[in-house]
C-alpha cells in the first residue's frame, strides 16, 4: 500500500475516535471546595493548652506545647436566634478552621474542621487534630435582626486540650 492511501484512512480514523471520545453525555467533574491553607504572615495569636483563645476570621493561633497552628478560615453558616427575636429553637454556627503541624521537617497537610456552635448536640463543637481536641466554645457578636453581620466581624473563642 502507498502512503498516500494510508494517510486519508489514518485521517478518518483519527477522526472517528476522537468523535467517539468526546460526547456530551459524560459528567464534567464538579469542584470541591478547597480551604486554603493559611501562609502566616502576621504573627499568630499565642495560646495555651487548656486555656480559651479567641480569633477572628483570617487570623491565626500557635499553641507551642501542642506545635499546632489553627486558622480561622470562615463562618459558613449563621442560624443562631437573634437577640432581639423570640425563637423556638436557638439556632447554631458552623465555624471553619483549618489545623496544621508546625514541628519542623514533618510535611503533614491541614486538617479541615467544621465546629458547629451553639448545637443540641455539643460533641458538634469539638474536632481531633493532631491528637489534640478543639472546641469552639462561643462566637460572638450575637445576630440581631436587623443587621447582619460582615464576615470579618465575627470572633470564634476556642480551647485545645489533649487528646
Known amino acids: 500500500m502507498s502512503l498516500r492511501r494510508i494517510l486519508p ?6 477522526a472517528i475516535v476522537t468523535t467517539a471520545c468526546s460526547t456530551d453525555d459524560e459528567p464534567t467533574p464538579t469542584p470541591t471546595r ?8 502576621v504573627e ?48 447554631d454556627a458552623t465555624v471553619e478552621l483549618s489545623v496544621s503541624s508546625s514541628i519542623p521537617g514533618v ?30 466554645l462561643g462566637l460572638a457578636p450575637a445576630p440581631r435582626s436587623t443587621q447582619p453581620i460582615a464576615q470579618q466581624d465575627y470572633m470564634v473563642t476556642l480551647v485545645a486540650r489533649a487528646g
Do not use: H, M, W
Open 44 to 91: 499568630p495569636v499565642k495560646a495555651a493548652l487548656g486555656e480559651r483563645f479567641t480569633l477572628q476570621p483570617g487570623k491565626t493561633a500557635f499553641i507551642p506545647e501542642a506545635r499546632i497552628l489553627i486558622f480561622f478560615a470562615q463562618v459558613t453558616n449563621d442560624s443562631r436566634c437573634p437577640v432581639d427575636v423570640t425563637c423556638i429553637r436557638a439556632g
Open 107 to 136: 510535611l503533614a497537610p491541614a486538617l479541615q474542621l467544621k465546629l458547629v456552635v451553639g448545637a443540641e448536640n455539643p460533641s458538634a463543637a469539638t474536632g481531633q487534630a493532631y491528637g489534640y481536641a478543639i472546641t469552639a
Open 34 to 41: 478547597v480551604i486554603p491553607t493559611p501562609i502566616v504572615t
Open 9 to 14: 484512512a489514518l485521517a478518518i480514523t483519527a
